[in-house]
């Protein structure tokens, strides 16, 4: 069926049926609502050409990616966020642009993307603090929205989050409620702003009950299996080693984990862990009852709600700055108990 065809059917015109479709504002809503329900009844599919043609806009959404050594986006983490930002991309008619790219090239690919007309905006990932990147895109007139916050920055603008510092303070307390006191921390790359949210929830919780933070009970790295274990072997190296240890991944808490199995010790018994973001399509945390305590935010639901924002921000861009905390939900599970007794 053709948009002409489907016009006919519902009695308007070929115009305001590509209108409503497409978002805009003066077709009113219960005219765009009985438009969208025709559409999807008659399994009717927008001409992407004739789209571009007539709105101006790329049906495209880029995502750039750089190949920073210290902190490449090559993980499940990562590959759920994207695949519930498709979902929602695909459910609209718009295509994805990734682009992975140098580091000192990243400044570039974004001017290119808006210079070219290839994506109408893009979804901004890792942020730092004082993240550079915003100003740029604001000045070159790029939609955007930010995959979590960068500290620092004065102008508002459009971001998604997890509440990283409360999830941490929240694992820190349930921590210290067991009776540990001796807890590390095994972060990510403490110049990502997600990073330092986590060890000020972790800090805060910790001094909120008198106890003091020991540097050599924290540590900060690549959220990647080999990190996690060297990090907490180190730890249960000390004269004093923790009784609990937060790691910021499941990846990285999964090193966690060997290092304490290699060291002779019990999961769960001798040494606790609370992982984070532990709902990962292809990296189960265990079936009925989860192997790890976590606090658990959806990657994938993270990326559907960011594409959903990023598009409304395409369709509406004279509303102000849209954002969005998420909270993260403590999951109990098989690697937490009491302190052991000294």
Known sequence: MNLKELATKLGLSPTTVSRALNGYPEVNEATRERVVAAAKRHNYHPNTRAIRLATGRAMAVGHVIPIATRHEIVNPVFADFIAGAGECYSRNDYDMVLSVVPDEDEDATYRSLKSKGNVDGVIVHAPRMN????????????????????????????????????????????????????????????????????????????????????????????????????????????????????????????????AIETAGLVLGRDVSVIIHDDDLSYMKNGEDVPIFTATRSSVREAGRLAAEMLLDVIAHPEAGPQQRLLEAELIIGQSTGPAPRT
């Open 131 to 258: 993240d550079p990147r915003i100003p740029l895109l604001r000045d070159i007139g790029l939609p955007f929205v930010v995959h979590g916050r960068a500290t620092g920055t004065a102008e508002p603008y459009c971001w998604l989050d997890v509440n990283n510092r409360r999830a941490f303070q929240r694992a820190t307390e349930f921590l210290l409620d067991l009776g540990h006191t001796r807890i590390g921390l095994v972060n990510g790359l403490e110049f990502m702003d997600f990073a330092i949210r986590r060890r000020t929830g972790y800090v805060d919780a910790l001094t909120a009950r008198g106890i003091v933070p020991d540097p050599s009970c924290m540590a900060s790295g690549e959220m990647t299996e080999i990190a996690g274990f060297r990090a907490a072997q180190a730890m249960l190296a000390l004269p004093r080693p923790p009784t609990a240890i937060l790691a910021s991944s499941m990846i990285s808490g999964m090193g966690v984990r060997r």
